[in-house]
């Protein structure tokens, strides 16, 4: 468990594998967003299927394909890939943060279809936020390459021992120089200011139709030396990412993948428990479910009468536990229980979201 990244080997995606909308959408734990574009990028769960890579076991990355940036690159235009690391994690790695003779290592897999140097940095949120610029060499074009940086510790960094953000990694395929600084200050640590997240970096990649942007094995690890990544099973991964995002989706036309207990009911009211599979980050996540904005009648009771859904809130919830809701509807039974299930329906969900 060296390694603080949670999802490195992009294996998870909960979301989906595809879209081009910004935040968390694809990849879990990655936060992928553009401003000032022309056309909006791709984001995907994308396979890996040769190269260094591949060769070093991985079969997933996370891969941007920019839109077409018809006006150029204007100084606020960026595309950044962002993960957040809880404070306590970091509090408690072992890593003597405060003496620069205590170390971690960050390491990645990147891939470019231009041939180019992108930037990135290390930020903390706690205390004095404080920033950590970094390049990685100039990449050959459509070559897996793997990166490491090495950075010290300092007396200006502060780790709250709680469940909040403590550590942001942001690499960017571009940034404007509305966000940046020239490279004088590059690998030192540095007050954390809006145009501290990277270095000064060219625009090639930004203006270049479809260019494509591969990400995969991203580990942050104490110590000054990069080891070899830290490969996690899909089963061991994905728990981790439901402590932070967790979507519940009904396997077939035909089974109850809901099991929501109720033990009360008027005739517009179900109450009941839905319990987690992990303990999430936060006592409240957000609660979301299919057809959310609207009327939903893609849930029903035990005995196969539709429920018709108006909306679905939550009367408290317990992170350890699961969510007690309150399905406000129609056609519910007077003084009955229920176990609320997806109603012969591929795309019924209930999804949490305690996202840093």
Not at 9 to 34: E, H, W
Not at 82 to 94: C, P, R
Request: with cysteine.
């Amino acid at each position: 468990n060296r390694n603080l990244i949670i999802n490195g080997a992009m294996q998870v995606a909960q979301r989906g594998t595809s879209s081009t909308a910004n935040s968390y959408s694809t990849v879990d734990r990655f936060r992928v967003d553009d401003g000032g574009h022309d056309e909006a990028s791709t984001k995907e769960q994308a396979a890996v299927t040769s190269g260094g890579a591949y060769d070093s076991g991985f079969r997933k990355c996370l891969k941007i394909t920019n839109g077409d940036q018809t006006n150029g690159a204007g100084a606020s235009d960026y595309i950044q890939i962002l993960t957040k690391i809880e404070a306590q994690d970091v509090a408690s790695s072992g890593w003597k943060y405060t003496s620069t003779s205590s170390f971690i290592t960050v390491s990645f897999w990147i891939k470019s279809s231009v041939a180019q140097a992108f930037s990135g940095s290390i930020r903390t949120v706690d205390g004095t936020a404080q920033s950590f610029k970094f390049d990685t060499p100039s990449l050959t074009a459509d070559t897996w390459t793997r990166v490491t940086k090495t950075i010290p510790g300092n007396s200006n960094l502060t780790f709250d021992n709680n469940n909040d953000r403590g550590l942001e990694l942001y690499l960017f395929p571009f940034i404007g120089t509305t966000y940046t600084t020239a490279n004088s200050n590059s690998e030192t640590w540095v007050t954390a200011a809006g145009d501290t997240y990277a270095n000064n970096m060219t625009s090639t990649w930004w203006t270049t139709d479809n260019a494509t942007f591969e990400l995969t094995g991203v580990q942050i690890e104490v110590g000054s030396v990069a080891t070899d990544f830290e490969h996690r099973s899909y089963a061991d991964e994905l728990r981790r990412c439901q402590r932070y995002y967790a979507k519940y989706s009904s396997i077939g036309s035909n089974y109850a993948q809901f099991l929501v207990t109720s033990g009360y009911s008027t005739d517009t009211d179900s109450r009941g428990m839905f319990n987690f599979v992990v303990e999430m980050r936060v006592a409240n996540p957000s609660f979301t479910y299919s057809g959310s904005s609207g009327n939903v009648t893609d849930f029903v009771d035990l005995g196969g009468k539709a429920i018709n859904l108006f909306s679905i809130s939550d009367a408290g919830t317990g992170k350890n536990t699961g969510i007690r809701c309150i399905f406000s509807g129609s056609n519910t039974s007077n003084g009955f229980s229920h176990v609320i299930r997806a109603n012969n329906t591929a795309n019924a969900f209930f999804a949490f979201d305690a996202e840093l």
